[in-house]
């Protein structure tokens, strides 16, 4: 049951994720890079300095610092640095489909990092069917990313493009980082320190490189921060932590392929975005990639639905 719900909670966090492309591009549209992510940082803060009673540790464990805080530092502070940067260079959609190199990434990590520290990475196995369902998660997304078309709102993709992958390396430290603390924190708790970390390091940012006495409140952009803040900051993070701490972090990045599907679905719902037939194929390719991933057997699968129609 605990191992159910964490999918559920992950699958939730990825359509959260999902529409912080696009929530994050609608900001950028107004403000700079260092007022989204200031904002967020101070919202999600608030939200969580109201919760505190509820998430703090019974039990504290300072020699945990040299790794709460390289935790905070990899994300939110250098992914959300390197990715908002990236919404400014390319699209939503196109930014969203590198994320399908996190579960690679993370996969081989935790593999390498199991031989030495084998106790808490003792769940992370790459079998040939996981690595198969990557690699055609993998092969989905190279089919949204080849039939994508340019347009004015991404003037440098490539450039963009890096960007996001970078915020990827840093996603994967986070999350073997996470899967590390999981097992003496709690998952909302482990997301308060990154938002504290985060606004610490951001606000400093946009009070110095900002002219904040041009600000001009605007509807649209400002629900998106508050989404950004709330959203996103408290709410997905929560999840996706409780998922890492459910399940093996191999697994809870896998679903990390669904949000590119999440996104070009608000992409198209949001802002007009649609798909053709290659990039349909692509999300389908993502789908069966993703329960591969989670050595889901597809011949149970079938004979369940075929039950239920013939019924």
Not at 184 to 210: C, H, K, M, N, Q
Request: charged share 10%.
């Amino acid at each position: 049951m605990k191992q159910a719900l964490a999918y559920v909670g992950l699958i939730v966090a990825m359509a959260l994720w999902g529409g912080s492309f696009v929530a994050q591009k609608i900001a950028l549209f107004e403000y700079s890079p260092y007022l989204v992510i200031a904002g967020r940082m101070v919202i999600g803060s608030i939200a969580f300095i109201i919760m505190w009673p509820a998430i703090k540790p019974n039990v504290w464990y300072w020699r945990d610092l040299k790794l709460l805080i390289p935790m905070a530092l990899f994300e939110p502070c250098f992914y959300f640095l390197f990715e908002t940067n990236a919404l400014r260079y390319t699209t939503a959609g196109q930014a969203s489909l590198i994320v399908a190199t996190l579960p690679l990434m993370v996969g081989v990590s935790a593999a390498a990092l199991k031989k030495i520290v084998p106790i808490h990475f003792s769940e992370e196995r790459l079998s040939v069917i996981v690595i198969a369902g990557l690699l055609i998660s993998v092969c989905g997304v190279f089919l949204l990313t080849y039939a994508s078309v340019p347009s004015t709102n991404s003037p440098n993709p490539a450039l963009g493009n890096f960007l996001e992958f970078m915020a990827m390396l840093m996603s994967t430290g986070y999350a073997l980082i996470v899967r590390f603390l999981c097992d003496r924190y709690g998952a909302f708790f482990l997301t308060a320190v990154g938002s504290f970390v985060g606004a610490i390091f951001f606000v400093p940012l946009f009070l110095f490189f900002d002219d904040s006495r041009n600000l001009v409140f605007k509807i649209e952009p400002m629900l998106a921060i508050l989404y950004l803040g709330l959203g996103v900051t408290v709410f997905a993070y929560a999840f996706y932590n409780y998922g890492i701490a459910n399940t093996s972090a191999t697994k809870a990045s896998a679903i990390a392929n669904t949000i590119p599907v999440f996104a070009l679905f608000l992409d198209w719902l949001f802002m007009g975005e649609t798909l053709n037939e290659i990039q349909m194929l692509g999300v389908v390719l993502i789908g069966i990639g993703v329960l591969m991933s989670q050595n889901i057997k597809f011949m149970t699968i079938l004979e369940g639905g075929f039950r239920l129609v013939t019924r």
